[in-house]
Structures are given as C-alpha cells and as structure tokens.
C-alpha cells in the first residue's frame, strides 16, 4: 500500500484499486516476470511459519513452575483455545485437538495481522489460495476423524443419512452430502478470503483516494485528510476483524470435528 500511495502521490497510478491488486509480482532474483512463484505472498507465509515456530521454541526451551512472562503469554494463547474452542466446541475429547487448533488459530491471526502491519499492509488471505488451502486441511481433519471414529460406512451413513421418512430421504441426502463435503470447506474458505479481501480494499481506497483528490484539485485537501482519518478508523476496525475471523475461523473448525465425532446426526 506503501508503494502505490508514493506513486500515486506523484500522480503516476491508476485509480481506483482493482483485483489486480492481489497479483503481486515475483521477487527476484527468486522469480520471473509472468511466473511469480514466490511472491510477497509466499514471503509472508514463511515469515508467519517460522516467528511462530521460534515464539513457541523460545517460550518453552526452559519451561517453569513460576512462568516468565513469555511462558505466560503463550500459556494463556493455549490455554483460550484449549478451554474455549477445543473443550466447549468437542467436549474432553477436544484437549487432544487442542495442539492443532492453537497453531490453526495464531497462524490464520498472524496471517491476518500482516494486513495492518507497515510494509506488509496485506493479508495472504486476501488471496482465496491461502484460505483455501487451511479449509482442505480442517476439511481433511474433521473426515479422518470421523472415518477413524466410527468406521468409512457407519461415518458416511451418519453424515448423509438424517433421522427422517424413508420416502423423503432421496431428497435428504444429496442435500446433505452437497452441505457436509462441498459447502463446509467453501464456505469455510471464503468467509476468511472475503473479510480480508474487503478489509484491504477499503484501506485502499480511503488510502489512495486522499491522494487522488489532493492531486486533483488542492481545495479537495480537506476532504484528503478526512480520508486518511477514515483510514487510521477503518484499520482499528480491521484489527477487530482480524482476530474475529482467526477465532471463527478456529471455532467452525472445531464445530466440523465435533459433527464428525457425535454420535447422533
């Protein structure tokens, strides 16, 4: 965002910003033009992995009674997700998903947070890509657990057979396959995609079009500061989404696994 407020504060960009906005270029000497395999994007992915594989390593290299504040701080992280998602969405049987949702949760909020971040100022799951890929793997997650859970037929027959008249259920079950493995990871994907992919087009429009009407016309500078004021609003605002959808995110992915392990329909 950065970069295109400079260029179009010298009245070089085009406005407003469109979709093209997410296809970032490669960066080199990685990439090529036309074959962006490794983008900012991918950057940030790596960047995301790795500060929380150190956090973790850090805080845990010399666990204590007494917890230093670092202990603490990621103690309580899991402790949120472990009582608060894992064990109110599954019940006792949830601690043991606890690990997995904790690093599903703080990676979708780290994530997320790079939307906000100066010099990032834009989420990998802004692009369907990266959320599409985390639906895939709770969508993986939720039917190996049922599968192991109840066995591949008793599973699918609780998932697609409800408690109903035998005579309607030929309408029930398509129903009910097209809900439980097509619209669960859809939906789960583009709920996160789409809240990131407007939360960064609203910054850039209230970002770039202050600097649209101040270089068209000084009178509009007025109007251009109460833009950039709409921005420094709308980010706070962002930052609320931000942890919203890490936690949705987590919460709808424990309610999947919860499904896959109940024992009633």
Known sequence: MFGQANVLAAGQA????????????????????????????TAMIWIAVGVLIIFFLATYRKPQLVPTKKQWFAESIYGFVRNNISVDMIGHQGVR??????????????????AIIPFFQISPNSHIAFPAILAVLSYVLFNYIGIRH??????????????????????????EAFSTFIIRP???????????????MLLLVFTLGGFAMLNANAWLAPISVVSWVMTVA??????????LQAYVFTVLSA????????EEH
Not at 97 to 114: D, I, S
Not at 234 to 243: F, G, K, R, S, W
């Open 186 to 200: 859809f939906s789960l994907a583009v709920r996160l995609f789409a809240n990131m992919f407007a939360g960064h």
């Open 234 to 243: 709308l980010t706070l605002l962002e930052a609320l989404v931000i942890v």
């Open 97 to 114: 998903f606890a690990p997995y949702f904790t690093t599903l949760f703080c990676f979708v909020l780290l994530t997320n947070a790079f």
């Open 14 to 41: 085009a406005f407003p910003p469109s979709v093209d906005d997410f296809y970032l270029p490669a960066i080199l000497p990685w990439g090529v033009e036309n074959a962006p395999w490794f983008t900012k994007f």
């Open 150 to 175: 109840h066995g591949f037929v008793k599973y699918f027959k609780h998932a697609l057979i409800p408690p109903a008249p035998w005579y309607i259920l030929p309408l029930l079950i398509p129903i």
């Open 255 to 262: 309610s999947y696994i919860q499904g896959a392990l109940a």
